[in-house]
């Protein structure tokens, strides 16, 4: 089995979040898929396999199989577009079905863009927040009280808290066990902090302790729960922005995301993609 070692939402070329794109031709078990998971070393490598008019699609972290993951599908959009030519592919997850559309560039290059789940979004409940705040070393007052501290979901869960200023994405760090123990109480895939720069440009880190990693460079999958939310709560930004992501990590990403109005319908995450060449580990 080949793995080809791609970054999605990649930045002119350069940063993006390292996924593993595996075509297989009967899907591996689920031990050796988190082995191969754990061998690649990145946030998350995509299982494929030839079905019908689509592909099965499963999704594995070092530490667990993820329901959907949404920088793993930009690559593997772009995989299938390089594979088979440019346009839409119907992907079958455990629960759903989702598409990913390739596009080639006039340099050669390719993106792609995902439709995700249906969302939705809740209150998270007063007592775990503030769990998570103190892990976080936060309060209530570095928060934005425009926004909500929420549950959001669109194919995977998240928390979504959003500062009211860049310095606290920069100054971000927390205790990796206690927070993913956190993590597993809730089911969630990332903690999302954000900061909102304008109405159509957000800045984002993204805490993945519970699939075995400290932080995520790009995480599509939080992108489009993030859109689910903005909608939920009635935000008057722009319904089509842009979340940039791993600056701090020295992996500069870039999530391109578009909306409409109607509660719970998928949201549109778009971004580049680059291979990662022999002997990079990013």
Same mark, same amino acid.
């Given at each position: 089995?080949?793995? &080809? ?19 297989? @031709?009967?899907?591996?078990? @689920?031990?050796?898929? =988190? %082995?191969?998971? %754990? ?13 019908? @008019? ?7 972290? $070092? ?27 119907? #992907?079958? =997850? ?19 863009? #995902?439709?995700? $789940? ?19 070393? &936060?309060?209530?007052?570095? &928060? ?14 998240? =928390? ?6 860049? %310095?606290? #994405? ?68 722009? %319904? ?15 999530? #391109? ?20 060449? @022999?002997?990079?580990?990013?």
């Amino acid at each position: 089995m080949e793995v &080809l070692k791609l970054a999605a939402f990649s930045r002119d070329g350069q940063g993006g979040n390292p996924a593993g794109v595996a075509f297989c @031709d009967e899907m591996p078990t @689920d031990t050796e898929m =988190l %082995k191969i998971a %754990k061998e690649i070393g990145y946030s998350e490598t995509a299982f494929l396999v030839k079905q019908e @008019d689509g592909w099965r699609v499963r999704y594995f972290a $070092p530490e667990m199989e993820v329901p959907f993951c949404g920088h793993a599908t930009i690559a593997l959009g772009a995989a299938l577009g390089e594979r088979f030519g440019e346009g839409g592919y119907k #992907l079958f =997850l455990n629960q759903g079905e989702i598409s990913a559309r390739a596009e080639k560039s006039a340099t050669g290059t390719f993106s792609a863009t #995902l439709q995700s $789940p249906e969302t939705w979004s809740k209150d998270a409940p007063v007592e775990y927040v503030d769990k998570i705040l103190a892990a976080f070393n &936060l309060g209530r007052d570095n &928060l934005d009280p425009r926004f909500p501290i929420r549950f959001a979901f669109a194919g995977a869960k998240h =928390l979504i808290l959003v500062a009211k200023d860049r %310095k606290t #994405l920069a100054d971000m760090s927390y205790p990796f066990d206690l927070v993913k123990a956190l993590m597993a109480e809730e089911g969630l895939v990332t903690i999302s902090l954000l900061w909102q720069e304008s109405e159509e440009l957000f800045h984002s880190r993204n805490a993945f302790a519970s699939g075995g990693v400290y932080e995520d460079p790009a995480t599509g999958a939080a992108a489009a729960a993030l859109a689910g939310y903005l909608r939920d709560i009635n935000w008057q930004g722009k %319904k089509a922005f842009t979340i940039l992501q791993g600056e701090d990590m020295g992996m500069p990403s870039r999530l #391109l995301v578009q909306y409409n109005s109607k509660a719970g319908e998928s949201i549109s995450v778009s971004g580049e993609v680059r291979y990662i060449s @022999d002997g990079q580990e990013k």
